[in-house]
Structures are given as C-alpha cells and as structure tokens.
C-alpha cells in the first residue's frame, strides 16, 4: 500500500517539472502574443488618424462649405 502512495507521488512531481528549454520557449511564445496584440493596435490607430485626417480635410471652414460641390471655373474653357 505504501508503494502506491509513494508512485502516485513521483508521478505527480515528474507530472509538474517542465524542461528549462520548454519553459523559454512558452515565454517567447507568450512574447509573441504580446508583439502580435501591439502590431494591431498601432494599425489600428494608424488607420483611426487616416480617418480622422481626412474628416478633418473635408469640412471647410469657409460658411460657403465647398466640400462635396464641384468647383467653379473662373473664365477660361467652360
């Protein structure tokens, strides 16, 4: 009876040690993760700025509001 005990125990403990080389590479892949989470958001926020950007360009600050009109020709070809 107490050998059982004392296999279950070794079995358990080699169940919990984890090689050093496996537990560098769970850490870089945990690194990546975070990498990967931080590329997206800096697209993202690149991409909200472009928004923003040309939001900002298309409202005129003239009361006339020339956006969305065509433009007038002043003498020339018409």
């Known amino acids: 009876m ?3 005990w004392d296999e279950e125990g070794r079995r ?3 169940a919990r040690v984890v ?3 496996v537990r560098k590479i769970k850490e870089e892949e945990g690194d ?3 990498v990967d989470d931080t590329y997206q958001q800096q697209q993202q ?3 909200m700025r472009l928004v923003l950007r ?3 360009r298309q409202r005129s600050r ?3 509001g020339r956006v969305g009109r065509p ?3 002043i003498g020339g070809d018409s």
């Open 19 to 21: 090689h050093s080389q």
């Open 32 to 34: 990546k993760v975070k």
């Open 71 to 73: 433009a007038i020709s």
């Open 62 to 64: 003239s009361p006339l």
């Open 45 to 47: 926020l690149a991409e």
């Open 54 to 56: 040309d939001l900002g």
């Open 2 to 4: 107490e050998n059982s």
């Open 12 to 14: 358990l403990a080699a």
